[in-house]
T-cell receptor
């Protein structure tokens, strides 16, 4: 069964450093998302991406965040200058339609020290 | 922002019995609802969905009930199995104008053998 893959599974970084989280969505999916879950809290929407542009973003997704689909398969989330409060599990997801069930990857645990 | 609430953080059920997980929402614009299951170190996995034109949707052991007037939905698992032990999230969204799902905080289900 096709799946969303995310790398790395764990990322440790120093505060102020840039990180790039990588995702390979399911190949025939057209809509891509990033969500995150801070430990003990709910899963929160960050951004949705369709047709090579951001279709929606949350208030969390400020100027420090960016997304990119550099080729036909990868979908990346960049945090330009990480803060302690960026520590969370980041989930990539994809779907065939804009309004349909999302398929999630297994996440990248980001720890900012 | 508590638009989707799961008021029970945990639930324990004996194997073979019914598990009932509850979810309440406040936004009357929500008209599409999903349940996800999450195991540790994995991403959320889609279980079942329901749109507001229905009040019940069934898939095998899983049934979701929607009470629009009460802004309440529930997930019934019958019979419960030890492998069902996981965190269950409900998620909601309008079907137009956004591709963003709002998740609840989750309920940890433990099925006792």
């Amino acid at each position: 069964e096709p799946e969303v893959t995310q790398t790395p599974s764990h990322q440790v970084t120093q505060m102020g450093q840039e990180v790039i989280l990588r995702c390979v969505p399911i190949s025939n999916h057209l809509y891509f998302y990033w969500y995150r879950q801070i430990l003990g809290q709910k899963v929160e929407f960050l951004v949705s991406f369709y047709n090579n542009e951001i279709s929606e973003k949350s208030e969390i997704f400020d100027d420090q965040f960016s997304v990119e689909r550099p080729d036909g398969s990868n979908f990346t989330l960049k945090i330009r200058s990480t803060k302690l409060e960026d520590s969370a599990m980041y989930f990539c997801a994809s779907s065939t339609q804009g309004f349909e069930k999302l398929f999630f990857g297994s996440g990248t645990q980001l720890s900012v020290l | 922002d508590q638009q989707v609430k799961q008021n029970s953080p945990s639930l324990s059920v004996q194997e073979g019995r019914i598990s009932i997980l509850n979810c309440d929402y406040t936004n009357s614009m929500f008209d599409y609802f999903l349940w996800y299951k999450k195991y540790p170190a994995e991403g959320p996995t889609f279980l079942i969905s329901i749109s507001s034109i229905k009040d019940k949707n069934e898939d095998g052991r899983f049934t979701v009930f929607l009470n629009k007037s009460a802004k309440h939905l529930s997930l019934h698992i019958v019979p419960s199995q030890p492998g069902d032990s996981a965190v269950y999230f409900c998620a909601a969204s309008p079907t137009s104008g956004t591709y963003k799902y709002i998740f609840g905080t989750g309920t940890r289900l433990k099925v006792l053998a």
